[in-house]
């Protein structure tokens, strides 16, 4: 069965810091990976995705994530962070073997905070 | 371009009535998902439609069903509402010609059940 933790319920960092938020995943088989956002009271919005080739994915807002195999995990990364950075972040996994479909599991969250 | 939509924004129902979700998918997109957030948790796979037949469902009981038009718009249905029930209930769009993209959502659905 397909999941992802996401060890950190919150990251707190200082505004033009840099920001890493984990991910670590499990599937019997290569995974597609992806990060999404979450502002209150909105729906999410896809921030980036590994699919294959280049292990650093880079997406929206100047985020970018590392895919590791070994570790299985897909850090989100910024190099500077901005306080309108501060939502919740979702890292989700979807195997891309087994049943015909692109049903995603989702990790629990990590709230971003960042001060200024 | 307009998003994925859906309707209602806010609902208010009572325990062992049944409601309708509604979601219009972003244009261009065949398929719809539907996710259903409890707070404070990450969202929950329910079912996904595509060519209007459902074709992967999540660990959902039966009271929650669907439909897909001919359109690509889809519904939501829950039976015999639970309080446990209440949740964000998101619809995410995507083209399925590649199974690997990514889906879009929209701003949700927030049941109560009171």
């Known amino acids: 069965a397909q999941s992802v933790a996401q060890p950190e319920d919150q990251v707190n960092v200082a505004e033009g810091n840099p920001l890493t938020v984990k991910c670590t995943y499990s599937v019997s088989g290569n995974p597609y990976l992806f990060w999404y956002v979450q502002y209150p009271n909105r729906g999410l919005q896809f921030l980036l995705k590994y699919i294959t080739g280049d292990n650093l994915v880079k997406g929206s807002y100047g985020f970018e994530a590392e895919f590791n195999k070994s570790q299985t995990s897909f850090h989100l990364k910024k190099p500077s962070a901005l306080v309108s950075d501060s939502a919740l972040y979702f890292c989700?996994?979807?195997?891309?073997?087994?049943?015909?479909?692109?049903?995603?599991?989702f990790g629990a969250g990590t709230i971003l905070r960042v001060k200024s | 371009d307009a998003g994925v939509t859906q309707s209602p924004t806010h609902l208010i129902k009572t325990r062992g009535q049944q409601v309708t979700l509604r979601c219009s998918p972003k244009s261009g997109h065949d398929t719809v998902s539907w996710y259903q957030q409890a707070l404070g948790q990450g969202p929950q796979f329910i079912f996904q439609?595509?060519?209007?037949?459902?074709?992967q469902r999540g660990n959902f009981p039966d009271r929650f069903s669907g439909h897909q038009f001919p359109n690509y718009s889809s519904e939501l249905n829950v039976n015999a509402l639970l309080l446990g029930d209440s949740a964000l209930y998101l619809c995410?769009?995507?083209?399925?010609?590649?199974?690997?993209?990514?889906?879009?959502f929209g701003p949700g659905t927030r049941l109560t059940v009171l």
């Open positions: 995410a769009s995507s083209l399925e010609a590649r199974s690997y993209n990514e889906q879009f």
């Open positions: 439609y595509y060519e209007e037949e459902e074709r």
């Open positions: 989700a996994v979807r195997d891309r073997k087994g049943e015909y479909g692109n049903k995603l599991v």
